[in-house]
């Protein structure tokens, strides 16, 4: 399973141009805390490209104000290779929307290389309820509404805008609760303090395999390779989307051939056995695309999410 990174070196050899890229190590932001699902991504991928490279990728922690902090030094960095983002959809798309202020436009001042994996969010809840699928979550919602709460990761996150676009296609009536991260919303979650909750595959599949939790759908456009059998919010309510993703971008004016050369790269080991093996474990699925296909869905990202919030009257202080 290394051969094929190993084989990859020669590519590592000569880059569209003069000199070799990369001569020196890369250095990849990642925009949030170390220890969680971004991380893990980074790593990952930067190991294998530390490989298949033979220079150091050095992940580079820089969380804060929503993974806008670290996202704006890469924005502002030379556009040669040597520093590259860990982009996701609080940085490149719910940001914009939600906070007064960022200091970047993320179809601006990014050229995107490759989606690397996707997550589809999971929706849980507890079991209660006493409902197994999504129409008699639906059903018992509209027979007692403003009755339910749905747990988030924070006010204008990724779950709290699922939540939302739910309630726009059902017109049900769920509450709001918005807590610092995951893990409170979880723990809230299992002691019945709210009932519903949209969180990621990885975080949610452990409680739903020991039945503490019950999942009554995913959230990604076809079903997940780890839960084939468990049917998508799609499948009921077209267009229905809400997943974790992750992209590795450049900053703007990276050259086209580089950017191209980096998008090779990373598909390379994207398809290596060991590591989509690596990438499963942790419930992500690698998702490689070209960089023209990572801009566009970026941009609908976010004109999707803008409507969702427009169609729900939300309002943000920060």
């Known amino acids: 399973m290394e051969s094929s990174l190993a084989e990859g070196c020669s590519s590592a050899s000569s880059a569209s141009g003069s000199p070799t890229f990369p001569s020196k190590p890369v250095r990849y932001v990642v925009p949030f805390g170390a220890g969680a699902s971004p991380d893990f991504v980074a790593r990952l991928l930067g190991d294998r490209l530390t490989r298949l490279w033979g220079q150091q990728v050095i992940v580079d922690t820089r969380p804060g104000a929503a993974g806008t902090i670290g996202a704006e030094i890469v924005a502002r960095a030379p556009p040669d290779g040597y520093t590259l983002l860990l982009g996701s959809a609080s940085t490149m ?3 914009q929307l939600v906070q007064k202020s960022v200091p970047y436009d993320s179809l601006r001042d990014f050229a995107p290389v490759s989606m690397v994996v996707i997550s589809p969010f999971a929706l849980v809840v507890q079991p209660s309820m006493g409902v197994k699928t999504v129409q008699e979550l639906v059903a018992a919602a509209k027979a007692k509404p403003g009755q339910f709460n749905f747990g988030s990761t924070g006010v204008g996150s990724t779950s709290h805008l699922g939540g939302e676009q739910l309630k726009m296609l059902t017109g049900i009536d769920i509450r709001h609760v918005a807590y610092k991260g995951a893990v409170p919303a979880i723990a809230d979650l299992l002691s019945g303090q ?52 992750y992209s590795i971008a450049a900053p703007a004016k990276t050259p086209r051939a580089l950017v191209m050369r980096l998008n090779g790269d990373v598909h390379r080991v994207l398809a290596n056995p060991d590591a989509v093996a690596r990438f499963h474990a942790g419930g992500n699925t690698p998702a490689p695309s070209t960089p023209e296909a990572m801009h566009d869905y970026t941009r ?4 999707k999410f803008r409507k969702i919030i427009k169609s729900a009257g939300l309002r943000f202080d920060t």
Request: glycine content about 6%; hydrophobic content about 40%.
């Open 93 to 95: 798309v719910t940001a």
């Open 194 to 245: 709210i009932q519903i909750l949209f969180n990621s595959m990885a975080s949610a599949l452990p409680h739903a395999k020991s039945g503490k939790l019950v999942m009554l759908a995913t959230c990604g456009p076809s079903r997940s390779p780890l839960t084939p059998d468990m049917p998508t919010l799609t499948e009921s309510w077209p267009g229905y989307e809400v997943v974790t993703w």
């Open 300 to 303: 609908n990202e976010i004109e």
